[in-house]
């Protein structure tokens, strides 16, 4: 007991760690399903985390609670020291920090390319409009868009979709980005547009929670492959572990259905 | 024919009130209606109780009583000396706010959740939301059904005119009293509806063509 006194030397806010993101013995349930069990996962600043495994295992959920688009029934979930508030101004300013990207892009139907970009910097940030659209502007040319800002989402191809949600989550400067399935309403040949925006950000040393089904990138650019079934984490390894030397049979039997054909 | 000619001043000073109540009562009911919608969608359990509760209690009252607790009762308790025009505009624009609101929550759960839920992970609270993403999106597909409920509001005016409110249905009264005959009045009365019901729906067609959102 007394070695535990000992760790707890400061007190009142939790001082800036590394860990960025943490999950501790997360529960939730919809209806009688049990969709995150026991949860523990911690994200460390820079790191890139991608998440697999089987449909309906609870990798999109476990997404979505870490800016609580849903809620948890019991545990704890920190962003960057700070536990996840209740819904409210205060939510509403933790999520300016926690950048999200959709599956199926959600961009503004009613507004440009350039205002989807603007619009988080403006009514959130406070910024004003000029430094909003000139930093728009510099991020749709990052992610290879700066030709269509001034069309309407429904007029781009959904690989440039996605890419303009990045760049729009770009733009409120976030600590970590959560990716939710970022490539999978996509066409096969747009995917790759989308991940090489996704690469580069992830060696630029941006802070990334991927949930994907794409093995490529979670062999090239993740540090760390956490792979869920049925609603727990049933391991976490080093992409290079994972894909060569699964331990469970649960993530040998995932990887035998998808790696060989 | 001579009704009209004979008693011109008084059918234009009914014409006016109609298209004035029908005007500031549409007002209320949209502004109140807004509003009430956002409360019935939000995360705030009291909010969401206080729309529900205001649109079923207005919702299910028969019209005339709620002229008749508006013009009685309402002065007695609250706010004595409120002129009858006033008084009877919040009745009919209270009455149609909960109409209003539904057709609003209704246009509200046509924009595809993701809409929100984006505009929340950027950071925008509840109500930046609903103003900034969700509504613009909604208010084409409220369109159709708001232009019917305004329609109804102008109808239902003539009820006001039971309570000293001058407005097109009283002229009917008048002129009834005075021994003309009824059918001529009643053309002339519908006649003046249609060109206000009319203004409506063109006004409304005109805000559904210019507001078409590409998806």
Redesign the interface.
């Known amino acids: 007991m007394s070695g535990v006194s000992v760790t707890k030397v400061s007190k009142g806010p939790v001082p800036a760690t590394d860990d960025l993101v943490v999950l501790s013995d997360v529960n939730k349930h919809f209806g009688a399903l049990h969709v995150l069990q026991d949860i523990d996962l911690t994200i460390r600043r820079g790191e890139v985390v991608v998440v697999i495994g089987p449909s309906g295992s609870g990798k999109s959920t476990l997404c979505r609670t870490i800016?609580r688009?849903e809620t948890i029934d019991s545990g704890s979930i920190t962003i960057d020291g700070k536990p996840l508030p209740q819904?409210?101004?205060e939510l509403?300013?933790?999520?300016?920090?926690?950048?999200?990207v959709?599956q199926?892009f959600?961009?503004?139907?009613?507004k440009t390319v350039l205002e989807n970009v603007m619009?988080?910097q403006i009514?959130?940030r406070r910024t004003d409009k000029k430094a909003a659209e000139a930093k728009a502007r510099a991020l749709l040319d990052r992610v290879g868009v700066g030709t269509q800002a001034d069309k309407?989402p429904?007029?781009l191809s959904g690989g440039q979709q996605q890419r303009v949600?990045i760049a729009?989550?770009l733009a409120?400067d976030p600590k970590v980005i959560l990716f939710d399935e970022p490539t999978s309403a996509l066409d096969p040949e747009m995917i790759n547009e989308v991940l090489e925006v996704m690469q580069q950000l992830a060696s630029e040393g941006m802070t990334m929670v991927v949930v994907t089904h794409e093995m490529g990138f979670a062999r090239s650019a993740a540090n760390r492959v956490v792979f869920m079934a049925d609603g727990k984490i049933v391991e976490q390894a080093t992409p290079d572990e994972f894909f060569s030397n699964p331990r469970s049979d649960r993530a040998k039997d995932f990887l035998s259905k998808i790696l060989h054909h | 024919m001579n009704v009209l000619l004979d008693h011109f001043a008084e059918f234009r000073n009914g014409f006016i009130g109609t298209v004035e109540i029908t005007a500031v009562s549409s007002v209320i009911a949209l502004l109140l209606g807004i509003v009430v919608a956002g409360f019935r969608v939000s995360?705030v359990p009291p909010l969401r109780a206080f729309g529900t509760a205001w649109v079923t209690l207005l919702r299910n009252t028969p019209l005339t009583l709620l002229f008749l607790v508006f013009v009685f009762v309402v002065p007695e308790i609250l706010f004595p000396g409120m002129s009858p025009f006033v008084l009877a505009s919040l009745a009919l624009g209270f009455y149609t706010s909960s109409f209003v609101c539904e057709a609003v929550r209704s246009g509200i759960g046509t924009v595809?959740l993701?809409?929100a839920?984006?505009?929340?992970?950027?950071?925008?609270?509840?109500s930046?939301t609903l103003r900034?993403?969700v509504l613009?999106?909604a208010t084409r597909t409220v369109l159709p059904p708001l232009s019917s409920i305004f329609i109804a509001l102008t109808k239902n005016s003539a009820i006001a005119g039971a309570f000293s409110v001058t407005e097109l249905f009283g002229w009917q009264t008048l002129m009834s009293e005075q021994g003309y005959a009824i059918i001529p009045i009643f053309l002339w009365v519908a006649a003046a509806y249609l060109v206000i019901t009319f203004a409506i729906s063109g006004l409304f067609r005109l805000l559904e063509r210019n507001l078409e959102?590409?998806?």
């Not at chain 1, 959600?106 to 009613?110: G, P, T, V």
């Not at chain 2, 984006?118 to 609270?125: I, N």
Request: aromatic share 8%.
């Open positions: 800016n688009l819904e409210g101004k509403a300013r933790l999520r300016s920090d926690v950048g999200m959709f199926s959600n961009l503004f139907a009613h619009l988080g009514k959130v309407y429904a007029q949600a729009r989550a409120m | 995360p595809p993701g809409q839920e984006a505009a929340r992970s950027l950071g925008l609270t509840f930046q900034l993403i613009p999106q959102v590409a998806r």
